[in-house]
């Protein structure tokens, strides 16, 4: 991958002392820049949003870019699992304001409640194309800058199902238990160059993310009745979400944060989930998973398996 070039190199081709009065402006002013990806709609909107209100100069990122009615912050166009697009972005942001303190990774989707092996090989590469690797390719852009100013924050958005099991969601939590460990191994590694990545882990959110699952690519008969059933529990789970707020202020508190920790559950279910898996019995969490989704009564109702003799 092409690192982006440092903003030195941009101003050196063109004027060097254009360079330290652009530098100097910078750097007296108290105006931290924020990116988010993702920040079309739902957490990513909700998330610029709150940081622009909070005194942050944000920079949001689409695959469309800019659109339609007026916004805190500027949009920009940006296709995270492009390397090219990521360059682009950065490097637009950089000539603008020579530093990025905050990069906030949201950008990501997910794939209807479907088993596992419903999602072909290309579709579940392609969900951790952007969820993960996407994230990884913005990391990687920003963190030379951060690194050369001597501090930043990297706050990437996670989910409960970065520490606890999704049946019929494998793909999308395999992704976010990526995005977890990933996050605090950086975390140890960029904390002693004052930079520090925490992971935000909410639960159901009220976002049009659900609107735009992914269907799995190659369906089975044999998931039909299970299928059915798990996308009718999250579709009555969502009608007591939480909103998108909730995540944005729990980004904002991460980004203020003086000692900010590695991980952040967002809203009440979450912080219940968190407590839940930390120290309730493994039995009793992979038993409550099974009866909230209705596992059992689904495996139930299907007809008796054929007797094989070895």
Do not use: C, W
């Given at each position: 991958?092409?690192?982006?070039?440092?903003?030195?190199?941009?101003?050196?081709?063109?004027?060097?002392?254009?360079?330290?009065?652009?530098?100097?402006?910078?750097?007296?002013?108290?105006?931290?820049?924020?990116?988010?990806t993702g920040a079309s709609s739902g957490i990513g909107?909700?998330?610029?949003?709150?940081?622009?209100?909070?005194?942050?100069?944000?920079?949001g990122t689409s695959r469309r870019g800019a659109q339609a009615g007026r916004r805190p912050f500027e949009m920009l166009a940006l296709d995270v699992t492009s390397d090219e697009s990521v360059e682009a972005a950065v490097s637009e942001v950089m000539r603008h304001d020579g530093r990025?303190?905050?990069?906030?990774?949201?950008?990501?989707?997910?794939?209807?409640?479907?088993?596992?092996?419903?999602?072909?090989?290309?579709?579940?590469?392609?969900?951790?194309?952007t969820n993960f690797f996407g994230l990884i390719r913005m990391t990687r852009a920003v963190?030379?800058?951060?690194?050369?100013?001597?501090?930043?924050?990297?706050?990437?958005?996670?989910?409960?199902?970065?520490?606890?099991?999704?049946?019929?969601?494998?793909l999308y939590a395999a992704t976010k238990h990526a995005v977890g460990g990933y996050s605090e191994s950086l975390d140890h590694e960029l904390r002693t160059?004052?930079?520090?990545?925490?992971?935000?882990?909410?639960?159901?959110?009220?976002?049009?993310?659900?609107?735009?699952?992914?269907?799995?690519d190659a369906k089975l008969d044999e998931y039909r009745e299970a299928r059915a059933g798990v996308?009718?529990?999250?579709?009555?789970?969502?009608?007591?979400?939480?909103?998108?707020?909730?995540?944005?202020?729990?980004?904002?508190?991460?980004?203020?944060?003086?000692?900010?920790?590695?991980?952040?559950?967002?809203?009440?279910?979450?912080?219940r989930l968190r407590l839940l898996r930390r120290f309730a019995p493994a039995g009793l969490v992979d038993a409550g998973i099974r009866k909230d989704l209705r596992l059992d009564a689904v495996a139930a109702s299907q007809p008796p398996r054929t007797a094989r003799a070895f």
């Open positions: 991958m092409t690192i982006i070039i440092y903003i030195n190199d941009y101003d050196r081709d063109q004027n060097n002392s254009g360079h330290r009065q652009k530098e100097k402006l910078v750097n007296t002013t108290n105006t931290r820049i924020a990116l988010v909107e909700a998330t610029a949003e709150r940081l622009a209100k909070a005194g942050y100069k944000v920079y990025i303190d905050l990069l906030v990774n949201n950008a990501g989707f997910g794939v209807a409640p479907a088993g596992a092996e419903e999602s072909s090989m290309d579709q579940a590469r392609s969900i951790f194309e963190v030379p800058h951060m690194r050369r100013q001597g501090n930043g924050r990297i706050i990437n958005i996670g989910s409960v199902l970065g520490f606890l099991p999704m049946p019929y969601g494998a160059r004052g930079i520090r990545v925490s992971v935000i882990e909410p639960a159901y959110t009220k976002t049009p993310f659900d609107a735009n699952f992914m269907e799995p996308t009718k529990r999250v579709n009555e789970v969502m009608t007591t979400a939480e909103s998108p707020g909730v995540v944005a202020e729990t980004v904002l508190k991460a980004a203020s944060a003086a000692h900010p920790k590695a991980r952040y559950a967002a809203g009440k279910l979450a912080n």
